[in-house]
């Protein structure tokens, strides 16, 4: 199972640290992804992390904002989200996939965590 924390309500350009905790799995046997979902809307990929860690990718509207990470100690995947925005406003899931790479389709989905960016 994988499970999602650190969502919340913060005022634009405010930050926060979403976490994805895998639980009675190894994490760093996957690569993970963070997605967001607007209800009624698509689920749209955000960034990913390979198993390795040696590549990470971001979609354009995040990049210089947000930083995808690994600790295989904690079995967790962080994604920090600085300089916040409305439009960041969703619910955020993260994913795993039994690959050294970003690809789906992926085994594992969290319960997902709701981001709310608004003054």
């Known amino acids: 199972q994988l499970v999602e924390s650190g969502g919340g309500l913060v005022q634009p350009g405010g930050s926060l640290r979403l976490s994805c905790a895998g639980t009675?799995?190894?994490?760093?046997?996957?690569?993970v992804g963070w997605f967001r979902q607007v209800p009624g809307d698509v689920r749209d990929a955000v960034a990913c992390?390979?198993?390795?860690?040696?590549?990470?990718f971001y979609v354009d509207s995040v990049k210089g904002r947000f930083t995808i990470s690994r600790d295989n100690a904690k079995n967790t995947v962080y994604l920090q989200m600085n300089s916040l925005i409305p439009e960041d406003t969703a619910i955020y899931y993260c994913?795993?996939?039994?690959?050294?790479?970003?690809?789906?389709?992926?085994?594992?989905w969290g319960q997902g965590t709701q981001v709310t960016v608004s003054s």
């Open positions: 994913a795993a996939v039994s690959s050294e790479r970003c690809s789906g389709p992926y085994d594992f």
């Open positions: 009675g799995r190894a994490l760093e046997e996957f690569a």
């Open positions: 992390i390979f198993k390795s860690a040696s590549t990470t």
